[in-house]
């Protein structure tokens, strides 16, 4: 029980990280040398990539998409630091 309720947690955590994210990332802002908080979501969002792959499928496609969307979320999160470091 223990090991369903951490990988729907690391799902649930996946999607909703990718969407925040993505949502900050697209955000217009000010560029900032430092980007400890970028690297720390990376990290995090890279972790979750993992957690999603190593799932059980049958999830209705749901899996999939998160994958798919943490994949993305990590694009323009590496993106972002690129952007900021110039």
């Not at 947690?9 to 909703?16: C, E, G, P, T």
């Not at 799932?55 to 993106?79: D, F, P, W």
């Amino acid at each position: 029980m223990t090991e369903k309720l951490t990988r729907r947690d690391a799902f649930a955590s996946a999607a909703a990280l990718a969407v925040g994210v993505a949502a900050v990332a697209a955000a217009p802002g000010v560029a900032h040398a430092d980007q400890a908080n970028m690297r720390a979501a990376l990290a995090s969002l890279e972790d979750a990539r993992r957690f999603l792959q190593q799932a059980n499928t049958g999830k209705g496609g749901h899996r999939a998409k998160a994958l798919e969307l943490t994949s993305q979320a990590i694009g323009e999160v590496r993106e972002g630091i690129r952007f900021a470091e110039g």
